[in-house]
């Protein structure tokens, strides 16, 4: 397989696997969740157009993704990427009159699976530019559970009505696609190891951060692999690592 040089490239590669499993999430309640490429990647793409028709996102939109590790995360990230949008992640994120941390930029969307959402913050202290997403988290759900804030959007009830496939040019491939701890990363820097084996099905505990766990995801995914996503509350039992034949475990 030749390396993957951008989102793009992945993108393209798990809407080619076809029905070969690429995302599994185990969650609360029993909940299991299990993504083909082909299907994971038409949840990229729905969201990708959600992005940008709905929410306006360009090239540098910046998304700050208050959400734990979840199927539903690793799909806004991708998607995200995919339009040229930045991520900062939920433990670098704060509410500083609407800005991302370390050069001040302002955040244009946040999302959050909290259940009792705080109203956004808007650049420069109003509270009309910046964007609340709210994103339920459970596979079934087909809206926001509780009361939407004024002017909030409902990812759930809105995401089904975008198109299932992303038309718009690729992203810069060099872009910055997260923001963290001062620092920026690129698609060759989440790539960064993957000269170490990342192919076949990997156990990854949701308890990680979202910095661990969406590298490792990419490297994963662009080796071909899959990722078993496990809610920090579920038992990773024998019968779990078995029924998924579970080749390898990434370290918490």
Partial sequence: MAPLK?????????????????????GPG???????GRVLENWVAKTSNMLVEELDAVAGTVV???????????VWALASWQVGAVTVLRDETVR????????????????????????????????EDELLVLVAPGALDMRWP????????D???????FGDVYLEDPADSSAELIRAGGKSFTFNDLLDGADQPAEGIWLVPASLPLLTVLPAAVRIWA???????????????DRLMEGERVTARLAV
């Fill in 6 to 26: 951008s989102v793009a490239e992945l993108c393209e590669s798990l809407r080619s696997a076809s029905g070969a499993p690429r995302l599994i999430w185990y």
């Fill in 155 to 161: 990812y759930a009830a809105t995401v089904r009505a």
């Fill in 146 to 153: 509780g009361t939407l804030p004024s002017g909030a959007v």
């Fill in 30 to 36: 029993s909940e299991r969740v299990e993504l083909s």
């Fill in 64 to 74: 700050a993704v208050g959400m734990p590790p979840h199927w539903k995360s690793l």
């Fill in 223 to 237: 080796a071909g692999g899959t990722v078993v996503l496990v809610h920090p509350e579920v038992e990773v039992t």
């Fill in 96 to 127: 500083n009159e609407g800005t991302a941390p370390g050069d001040g930029a302002p955040v244009d969307v946040r999302l959050t699976m909290d259940a009792a959402p705080e109203a956004p913050v808007g650049r420069g202290g109003g509270r």
